[in-house]
């Protein structure tokens, strides 16, 4: 075989694996608005970065990434948890907004009050603030 065969070959399976790789990223709130990735290994040195319209682009190029939010104008609590095969563990009512911290299928988490939590909606009267594991930053 041709050095220049041997070398079409070796390209063509970068390529695919690169292809196979770019079809494995995913959001975890993909029907949501203004989807944020938090990059850094704790809240305390978290950096926030805004998807803006292509949101997998943005994820493919981070490499520290440690969290994701979401905001949604309409959020039916009770199936986005279906949706999310979402647990509540607890929650904080707090003067203008309700915070739910969770249990779910997604794949950051934290241990906050003793409890794995790797999902935290915030509910409010315009809407809700979702993200894994938790929100940084506020809302």
Same mark, same amino acid.
């Given at each position: ?12 399976? +970068?390529?695919?694996c690169?292809?196979?790789? /770019?079809?494995?990223?995913r $959001? !975890?709130?993909?029907?949501? %608005?203004? *989807? ?5 290994? &704790? &809240?305390?040195?978290?950096? #926030? +970065? ?5 949101? *997998? ?7 520290? #990434? !440690?969290? %994701?939010?979401?905001?949604? @104008? ?6 986005? /948890?279906?949706? $999310? ?11 203008? &907004? +309700? =915070?739910?911290?969770? @249990?779910?299928? /997604?794949?950051?988490s ?7 939590? =790797?999902?935290?909606? !915030? ?5 809700? @603030? ?10």
């Amino acid at each position: 075989m041709t050095v220049f065969k041997r070398c079409s070959l070796l390209l063509a399976g +970068v390529f695919l694996c690169f292809c196979f790789s /770019l079809m494995e990223q995913r $959001v !975890c709130f993909g029907n949501g %608005e203004n *989807i944020t990735f938090y990059c850094g290994n &704790s &809240s305390s040195n978290c950096r #926030i +970065v805004e998807a803006g319209e292509t949101p *997998i682009a943005t994820k493919i190029t981070l490499n520290d #990434i !440690c969290g %994701e939010s979401a905001e949604y @104008k309409d959020f039916n609590l009770e199936e986005f /948890l279906r949706e $999310v095969n979402g647990e509540i563990l607890f929650c904080e009512e707090l003067s203008d &907004s +309700v =915070n739910y911290y969770c @249990k779910a299928d /997604l794949p950051y988490s934290i241990n906050l009050y003793g409890k794995e939590i =790797n999902l935290h909606i !915030c509910l409010r009267e315009d809407g809700a @603030k979702v993200a894994s594991p938790i929100i940084f930053g506020g809302y």
